[in-house]
């Protein structure tokens, strides 16, 4: 069983930065695919940011030019920077690993971690 373990969440000011790291407890996996979702409070999850096995990203409409995904391909771990945060981006930011396990896959999800902005 893979587990997920996210990390770098915390409370920051408005304008401020913070980076999000998603590992997984083994290594040598077959990462297909990383998301980074958001849930705050009386909200539905959002898809914020994925990457998949070919470097192609997707961003939410409401972190583009704030928010950059990226991946180590050798620790299988998957990355958010978090730049210019704002009071809305508030939420429990959970990471999802898409693994690849013969012809299907798997999803790995992390328990999450809180991001507050606030002054």
């Known amino acids: 069983q893979v587990h997920v373990a996210e990390s770098g969440g915390g409370w920051v000011q408005p304008g401020g930065s913070l980076a999000l790291s998603c590992v997984p407890s083994?290594?040598?996996?077959?990462?297909?695919?990383g998301e980074w979702h958001r849930q705050a409070p009386g909200d539905e999850r959002e898809l914020v940011a994925r990457?998949?096995?070919?470097?192609?990203?997707y961003y939410g409409d409401a972190v583009k030019g704030r928010f950059t995904i990226s991946r180590d391909n050798v620790k299988g771990a998957v990355y958010l920077h978090m730049n210019d945060l704002k009071p809305d981006d508030t939420a429990v930011y959970s990471c999802?690993?898409?693994?690849?396990?013969?012809?299907?896959?798997?999803?790995?999800w992390g328990l999450g971690t809180q991001v507050t902005v606030s002054s």
């Open positions: 990457i998949d096995d070919r470097d192609r990203r």
């Open positions: 999802m690993l898409r693994i690849a396990d013969g012809i299907s896959h798997f999803d790995y």
């Open positions: 083994e290594s040598g996996l077959g990462i297909l695919a």
